[in-house]
């Protein structure tokens, strides 16, 4: 599966911002997806994941209760909802597909199938 990741872009501190991930393929409702971030100078880190259906989700600790990931399969596209953001939140996040469970995408070193070209996401203070 190709993915393309869109919605980035400059916000202030308590804005919001809403990702968007497109994939292509027949077989998108058969993938768990991912939202990852790089921020300068770090290591990607995990952001959050949902699993093929939508039933689960999965979330970082730094942004649980302000993010919300969920997938429109109908659409084949992936969404991140950015809400109450702030400095540390700003990176290139990117999508990511996986063929196992969204919970694995949680899970350190993770096995991953296909990854998004990323979109920047900058949060002034």
């Known amino acids: 599966v190709q993915l393309q990741a869109s919605g980035g872009g400059l916000v202030q501190a308590g804005g919001s911002l809403r990702l968007s991930c497109a994939a292509s393929g027949r077989t998108f409702s058969s993938y768990a997806m991912g939202w990852f971030r790089q921020a300068p100078g770090k290591e990607r880190e995990f952001v959050a994941a949902i699993g093929w259906s939508g039933g689960t989700t999965y979330y970082a600790d730094s942004v649980k209760g302000r993010f919300t990931i969920s997938r429109d399969n109908a659409k084949n596209t992936v969404y991140l909802q950015m809400n109450n953001l702030n400095p540390e939140d700003a990176a290139v996040y990117y999508c990511?597909?996986?063929?196992?469970?969204?919970?694995?995408?949680?899970?350190?070193?993770?096995?991953?199938?296909?990854w998004g070209q990323g979109t920047q996401v900058t949060v002034s203070s």
């Open positions: 990511a597909a996986s063929r196992k469970s969204g919970l694995s995408i949680s899970a350190p070193n993770p096995t991953l199938d296909s």
